[in-house]
């Protein structure tokens, strides 16, 4: 069964500084994992989605990375801004089954001070 | 823009009561997703889509859940018998597919926020 965890749970950093969330997973069958930001009473905002045969995808100030073997990601976030505080989720699709459901880790709350 | 569209954005109901959540995914999507959030069980998969058909009920924790889509679009989560245990956010999502994995990725509404009293 595959769990999925997220350190740390909370964050807090200064403007502009470079941070790295940390996502793990027990089960490297995986078919791709992606990253959400979840801001306060709202959906998931999908970030980014790295298939299983890719090492890393980049979106702007944002980078995941991808090590089946070990079984982690990491989202590397440059020069953080105010506007980047939210909980950030990642989530893991595996293969088997009849479906595509992900299964979540329990976030990192980040805030970033100005 | 239509994103994926959820209602109630917030329901507070009696336990016992039976309660319908609607979800409108993107136009075009054929996979929809009904996911529940809670303080004590973060994030959890409750039931896929893919068309009107439900290839995966897995996550439906009772017998007192139950969903269908109609017309390849709109869903509905249905809970009879309320239990303050219910009490969660319910987000759907919907997303493209083809073949049996994906990787494409899953939009989300904004939530129903469910309260039993």
């Known amino acids: 069964k595959q769990e999925v965890t997220q350190i740390p749970a909370a964050l807090s950093v200064p403007e502009g500084e470079n941070l790295v969330l940390n996502c793990s997973f027990t089960?490297?069958?995986?078919?791709?994992l992606q990253w959400f930001r979840q801001d306060p009473g709202k959906g998931l905002t999908s970030l980014l989605l790295i298939q299983s045969s890719q090492r890393e995808q980049t979106s702007g100030r944002l980078n995941a990375s991808l090590d089946k073997s070990s079984g982690r990601s990491t989202l590397y976030i440059a020069a953080s801004q105010p506007g980047d505080s939210a909980t950030y989720l990642c989530?893991?699709?595996?293969?088997?089954?009849?479906?595509?459901?992900?299964?979540f880790g329990t976030g990192t709350l980040l805030a970033v001070q100005p | 823009g239509a994103g994926v569209s959820q209602s109630p954005s917030n329901k507070v109901t009696e336990k016992g009561k039976d309660v319908e959540l609607r979800c409108d995914p993107i136009?075009?999507?054929?996979?929809l997703y009904w996911y529940r959030q809670s303080l004590g069980q973060g994030l959890e998969f409750l039931i896929y889509?893919?068309?009107?058909?439900?290839?995966?009920k897995s996550g439906l924790p009772s017998d007192r859940f139950s969903a269908e889509r109609t017309g390849g679009s709109v869903s509905t989560l249905t809970i009879q018998r309320t239990q303050q245990e219910d009490s969660a956010v319910y987000l759907c999502?919907?997303?493209?597919?083809?073949?049996?994995?994906?990787?494409?990725?899953?939009?989300f509404g904004d939530g129903t926020r469910l309260s039993i009293l």
């Open positions: 999502a919907s997303s493209l597919r083809s073949g049996r994995y994906s990787n494409q990725p899953q939009h």
């Open positions: 136009s075009g999507h054929t996979a």
């Open positions: 089960d490297s069958a995986i078919y791709n």
């Open positions: 989530a893991a699709m595996n293969y088997g089954g009849a479906t595509n459901k992900l299964i």
């Open positions: 889509f893919q068309g009107n058909s439900a290839p995966d």
